[in-house]
């Protein structure tokens, strides 16, 4: 058979799975056959795949010959301690009488050295044996494992599962992280005992706001685990309304150029807090040079890959990473393990070169070399204190013990199926599907009162520790649980943190900030600054009559109707209700005006009463006088209407109480000038036009006038009355409550009907003002009349365009002075003569000829 047909048929008997057809009945297998480091085959066997080494050493092949295996450089202490765990947890179900009794586990563990093609080459290996020869039943029998343990990070786990899924072998990883392996689709036989990034990452951002940092910068790894981790919290930080000032990315492989151009970006940055959502052996570099360039003050916010990490921890050179804060897995206590990891030695295996090279490694020493560096293999693993004994710090550890208890209580599960099935064959395997579908509902409590079972894409319950570096008193860094996030429980109670707890960076109590722009405090709100991201912003005052009641308020909100924002713009109080009061100046003097002129016209009235029966009284009607004399009265008092918070009865009482006593007062004026103008009508011979205007008629005349008014009032006191109004629009920031006049209609028919009669009576005293009496009084209506409606002239244009309670000050002094005109003009000159000119006080001086004219 040809070398290329040979090499086309092997490549699809490993790749894809097709079988070699029957006439081939042998070949080999070209290369090298991937051998596990660690195994131990038993009845059923279960495969693990950990980086035990820390990196490849990367070769050119120039596919002229046959390549040597891949070297492996670095053993590293972490990943060969999750494998003594996996052996530790194998060793103990094996021992227990009630999980899969009378069935012994085996196990078979690769070295994928940090490697994304080692990991898919010892995934192959584990699915298809190691032989060198392949037969025609080499492809068609079941695989060598029945379900597979690890990746510890998420890009070779991603590979692996890539490939042993299209197979339906369960692949269950103990440190695999990525959200993005929760995909059904993709990777339909994925699980892991460690919570997914999806929630991490939320709970970083739900962490960074708690503490109020809004700015914050980020590292990262450009891997999987970096890139998903980074992005998912950088959607989650947005809701939160935290901005990323900057995101760097770092690979261990990556040049030191690299790593100090990432920490130029680091050290130019505004924000205090970085969040390190990076694998240690990513972190591990990047730190070294933060601490050859000496810099610190920065808040560290880690991920659960390095959070809990002793090397970095006990490194005295790392002690700006004091005051981190981050979530770990869980911790627990696995008894019986460090006794199980200290009698690890490298003469159980002798030819195995594992074992050497980690005795090596612990105790520095060499099998290849003698003198005081030789190994005996006698040295004492339980004297070091290194990573590898350590058992304080168990979280990894534990999900890689808790994935191979999950795969045996699986098996468990599919076994006792099997017994109770009569189609059964006696010693029959259940094939790697099967034991999927049953991984799928398997649920078991670990010994930790733990409750394990996996969600619907392959997921644990998202519980973390929160984690805070604190000095010891030895100078080093050690781990304290400073909260807890529960992803079971309601969103607003998953996180749970003990502040007063928590050392900050540079060993402070106080909780350090970081923010693009301080608060706003409240009364503004912020304003974000062009090009820049939202939390960078200027706080900027509320508008009048806008309020924001907290710190941070993105906008202000205007206060209701009633209400308007205070000085400080945080609170909305009731507006200023403005009316023309009784206890201010402007309303106590107008009070003073009225009751002086309800007084004087008392005065007159009773010095009228006194000198009833002299002739200045009786020459117009006495009784004229004293009616307008009582209703002048009652105009000085209906202005009190106005002043005072205005009711329903004192809106209907002011306008109409204004109007039929204005109308009363007027129409007493007219009937005087009335007859004033029919006295020297009734001196021509013949005329008899006096009996027209008898006492009777004049008081008729009052009686119809007056009556009109009323009429007209009442009609609008019963179709639309005046009623107390709140005026909203005239000021902005207080009320006036005013009198609003219900119909227009009405109000203006009113006033339109006193000014016809003032009118009516200002044209009949200007004809009679130049009469040849001696006391003329139409001499003197004319001027209360020019007076009267000069004043209400004046008052309508005023009264439109007077603010507020200036209004009802304007009307209450439009009524004030045409009262006073009245009764100064109409009374004060007769009072003069009674009080003091009381000789001219007779009939004959009050029916002589006036000497002068007007």
């Not at 969040?275 to 920065?298: H, R």
């Not at 013990?401 to 209580?409: E, I, K, N, S």
């Not at 019963?718 to 009198?739: A, D, H, Q, V």
């Not at 009050?846 to 002068?852: D, P």
């Amino acid at each position: 058979m040809a070398k290329s047909t040979v090499s086309l048929l092997l490549l699809l008997v490993v790749v894809h799975g097709v079988f070699v057809p029957a006439s081939a009945q042998l070949c080999s297998l070209l290369g090298h056959s991937a051998f596990p480091v660690l195994s131990a085959e038993r009845d059923i066997n279960i495969g693990a795949i950990f980086s035990i080494h820390r990196s490849a050493l990367l070769k050119m092949h120039p596919f002229t010959s046959k390549p040597e295996p891949t070297t492996c450089l670095r053993l590293n202490l972490r990943e060969f301690k999750f494998a003594q765990t996996f052996i530790f947890a194998i060793e103990e179900i094996n021992n227990s009488t009630q999980l899969l009794p009378g069935v012994s586990l085996g196990y078979k563990i690769y070295d994928a050295c940090n490697s994304i093609a080692l990991a898919i080459l010892s995934g192959m290996s584990l699915m298809n044996g190691y032989e060198n020869i392949l037969s025609d039943i080499s492809c068609s029998r079941s695989p060598a494992v029945q379900a597979i343990v690890g990746e510890s990070t998420s890009s070779p786990t991603i590979a692996l599962a890539t490939v042993v899924g299209a197979f339906n072998i369960p692949v269950i990883s103990h440190f695999a992280t990525c959200t993005c392996l929760s995909n059904r689709k993709i990777y339909p036989s994925f699980f892991r005992t460690i919570p997914s990034d999806y929630y991490q990452s939320r709970a970083l951002a739900q962490l960074v706001k708690y503490f109020g940092w809004t700015w914050v910068g980020t590292v990262r790894s450009r891997s999987d685990y970096g890139n998903n981790g980074i992005a998912a919290f950088e959607e989650a930080a947005k809701q939160e309304g935290i901005c990323i000032e900057y995101s760097e990315a770092v690979l261990r492989t990556d040049p030191p150029e690299q790593f100090l151009k990432t920490l130029e970006v680091i050290k130019k940055g505004t924000a205090r807090v970085v969040v390190a959502f990076i694998s240690f052996g990513d972190f591990a570099p990047l730190v070294k040079v933060i601490a050859e360039q000496n810099i610190t003050g920065l808040q560290w916010v880690g991920s659960e890959s390095w959070i809990t990490s002793r090397n970095l921890a006990e490194t005295k050179e790392y002690s700006f990473l004091s005051g981190a804060v981050g979530f770990a897995v869980v911790n627990a206590k696995l008894l019986g393990l460090r006794e199980f990891l200290v009698n690890v030695n490298p003469n159980q295996e002798q030819k195995n070169e594992l074992l050497k090279e980690f005795w090596e490694t612990a105790f520095q020493c060499s099998f290849r070399s003698s003198g005081s560096n030789a190994c005996t293999g006698s040295e004492k693993l339980a004297e070091l204190q290194n990573e590898y004994t350590d058992v304080s710090e168990l979280r990894i550890e534990h999900k890689a013990y808790t994935a191979v208890y999950a795969v045996a209580h699986t098996l468990h599960n599919v076994l006792k199926d099997f017994k109770s099935s009569t189609n059964n064959s006696k010693g029959e395997l259940p094939t790697p599907k099967k034991v999927l579908q049953y991984m799928r509902d398997v649920s078991f409590t670990m010994k930790t009162g733990e409750n394990i079972f996996f969600d619907a894409s392959g997921d644990p319950v998202a519980i973390y520790d929160l984690v805070n570096w604190q000095p010891a008193e030895d100078g080093r860094l050690q781990f304290e649980n400073v909260g807890v996030y529960d992803s079971s429980l309601p969103l607003e109670q998953r996180l749970q943190v003990n502040q007063e707890h928590i050392l900050w960076a540079g060993k402070r109590a106080q909780l350090p900030g970081s923010v693009c722009s301080e608060s706003c405090p409240t009364g503004t709100r912020k304003t974000v600054q062009k090009g820049r991201p939202v939390c960078c912003y200027d706080c900027t005052p509320c508008a009048e009559g806008e309020i924001s009641n907290s710190t941070d308020s993105s906008d202000c909100f205007p206060c209701d109707l009633e209400y308007w924002s205070n000085e400080s713009r945080d609170r909305c109080v009731l507006k200023v209700v403005e009316f023309l009061s009784y206890t201010e100046i402007m309303g106590m003097v107008l009070c003073i005006f009225s009751f002086i002129g309800v007084l004087l016209t008392a005065m007159v009235s009773f010095l009228f009463y006194l000198h009833k029966e002299t002739p200045i009284v009786r020459a117009n009607n006495s009784e004229l006088s004293f009616l307008l004399l009582f209703s002048l009265s009652l105009c000085f008092l209906c202005s009190l209407t106005f002043i005072g918070r205005p009711t329903e009865l004192s809106c209907m009482l002011r306008h109409t109480a204004f109007g039929i006593t204005f109308v009363l007062c007027i129409s007493c004026v007219l009937g005087k000038t009335l007859v004033v103008l029919m006295a020297f009508r009734a001196t021509l011979p013949g005329s008899d036009v006096m009996k027209w205007f008898g006492p009777a008629q004049q008081r008729l005349s009052v009686v119809s006038l007056t009556l009109i008014q009323v009429i007209v009032c009442v009609l609008w006191l019963t179709i639309s009355p005046p009623f107390p109004y709140m005026n909203l629009s005239y000021y902005r920031e207080k009320i006036i409550l005013e009198c609003n006049v219900g119909s227009a209609l009405g109000f203006w028919t009113v006033l339109c009907y006193t000014g016809l009669l003032s009118s009516l009576c200002f044209v009949l005293a200007f004809l009679a003002r130049k009469l040849p009496d001696n006391f003329n009084e139409a001499k003197f209506i004319t001027f209360s009349m020019l007076i009267f409606c000069a004043v209400w002239l004046t008052f309508i244009p005023a009264y439109v365009s007077s603010p507020g309670k200036f209004t009802v000050a304007v009307e209450i002094f439009a009524i004030l002075v045409s009262s006073f005109g009245l009764l100064f003009c109409i009374f004060a000159p007769k009072c003069y003569i009674i009080l003091l000119k009381p000789e001219k006080n007779t009939k004959k001086q009050m029916m002589g000829k006036s000497s002068t004219a007007l």
